[in-house]
Nanobody, 113 residues
Framework: QVQLVESGGGLVQAGGSLRLSCSAS????????MGWHRHAPGKQLELVAS??????NYADSVKGRFAISRDNAKNTVYLQMNNLTPEDTAVYYC????????WGQGTQVTVSS
């Protein structure tokens, strides 16, 4: 089993920045992908960013503003979010693809105008 612990959410004004962290612990064999989804009220779950050993991918809505990175030694994935807008308000969930997909508990990000 793999457990994910997220941190870094909160309330920020438009134009501000936040950094989300997600650390994986437990019995970890080999992590293939790590990333973040978000779920905004009234909207579908959206893939925000993902990272593997070879590549990163971003939703068009966050390209140029968000940056995903990972620390393999710590089994941790980060999401640096800059120039935030109210449209980024959502619960952000990290996920890890190992032998199966594991999900974090979610962290609220609220951007005020």
């Amino acid at each position: 089993q793999v457990q994910l612990v997220e941190s870094g959410g909160g309330l920020v004004q438009a134009g501000g920045s936040l950094r989300l962290s997600c650390s994986a612990s437990g019995t970890i064999a080999s992590i293939n992908y790590m990333g973040w989804h978000r779920h905004a009220p009234g909207k579908q779950l959206e893939l925000v960013a993902s990272i593997s050993s070879r590549s990163t991918n971003y939703a068009d809505s966050v390209k140029g503003r968000f940056a995903i990175s990972r620390d393999n030694a710590k089994n941790t994935v980060y999401l640096q979010m800059n120039n935030l807008t109210p449209e980024d308000t959502a619960v952000y969930y990290c996920y890890v693809v190992e032998r199966r997909t594991y999900w974090g508990q979610g962290t609220q990000v609220t951007v005020s105008s």
